[in-house]
């Protein structure tokens, strides 16, 4: 479990299309050219550009919306961020690095012609424009940006909005479960992601981690040695399969014959933009072939 909401496994239209999309609007945080966009504008360091990057459509605001809306990030981890970033780069100076970086990595990575991408930012909108972005703050606040005009950047902008939207659905899943967000990475280390990827990804602390691993283990949900047991992995696999529900819309929308095109026309660029991911990653995504 993380704020990206899901794994690559199953046969599920909304898991399937997540894996599409995901390493798409990925390119923003790990692509070189993206984090020489967002340090051109004053955002040194890895997690300037993505705080700023990713809180900005919000506005120039404090850490507690961000600790909220992120969910699995530590309060302390965000506030070494939030909001020196917005002294550094106002929030629209972000949101411009951050399209500008992403589009520069999409022209590095695709060799889609203008028509293809046409008939998917077709495809797109159709789907994502009349999504109801109701307590999906992150979502909403995409979703009211302006639409670019550069291809490539409403193709990012898209993909964008529908990670946002997944995410918010996800963060509303865990917190029906009654999982905090160190919880959630616990037991998501407990299944297959690595501690020493997740804790330090997202700022907690061993005390921190340890309590969160007491409290998962007196719900039965964690043996000794941190592994899930089988009550906790049908926990998680109950937050994904909510995670899955919350974010079919997109694709009831768009129908089974234009999802399927889309995934088929998304397919290789996800790909190549999959193939430039550190392994492994706090995403989930694993490498391509």
């Not at 239209?13 to 990925?26: C, D, G, N, S, T």
């Not at 692509?31 to 506005?59: C, D, H, K, N, T």
């Not at 700022?203 to 040695?225: N, P």
Request: charged share 20%; net charge negative; with cysteine.
């Amino acid at each position: 479990m993380d704020v990206g909401g899901g794994t690559t496994g199953g046969g599920n239209v909304a898991r399937r299309m997540w894996a599409l999309f995901e390493p798409i609007h990925a390119v923003t945080y790990f692509a070189p050219r993206s984090r020489a966009a967002f340090e051109a504008v004053g955002l040194r360091g890895f997690w300037r550009g993505y705080f700023a990057g990713r809180a900005a459509p919000l506005g120039a605001i404090g850490p507690a919306p961000v600790v909220a809306a992120f969910f699995g990030f530590a309060p302390d981890f965000v506030a070494r961020a939030i909001p020196d970033v917005w002294q550094r780069a106002a929030p629209e100076a972000a949101l411009a690095a951050r399209l500008r970086g992403a589009v520069d990595a999409l022209v590095a990575a695709t060799q889609s012609t203008v028509d293809e991408l046409g008939e998917v930012l077709e495809l797109l909108s159709r789907a994502t424009g009349g999504l109801d972005h109701a307590g999906r703050v992150l979502a909403a606040a995409n979703a009211a940006l302006p639409e670019p005009d550069e291809p490539l950047a409403r193709l990012w902008q898209a993909t964008t909005l529908l990670r946002e939207h997944r995410g918010d659905g996800h963060v509303a899943a865990l917190v029906g479960a009654g999982l905090t967000g160190c919880e959630s990475l616990v037991l998501r280390a407990g299944l297959d992601l690595p501690k020493e990827l997740l804790q330090p990804a997202r700022g907690w602390t061993d005390e921190q981690w340890r309590a969160a691993v007491e409290r998962l283990g007196e719900r039965g949900w964690l043996t000794a040695d941190g592994r899930a047991t089988a009550e906790g992995a049908a926990a998680y696999q109950a937050v994904e399969d909510t995670t899955d529900r919350c974010a079919a819309g997109p694709w009831e929308a768009l129908g089974s014959a234009g999802t399927d095109r889309l995934a088929r026309l998304l397919a290789p660029l996800s790909l190549a933009c999959r193939a430039g991911l550190p392994q492994p990653n706090p995403i989930g995504l694993v490498a391509v072939d």
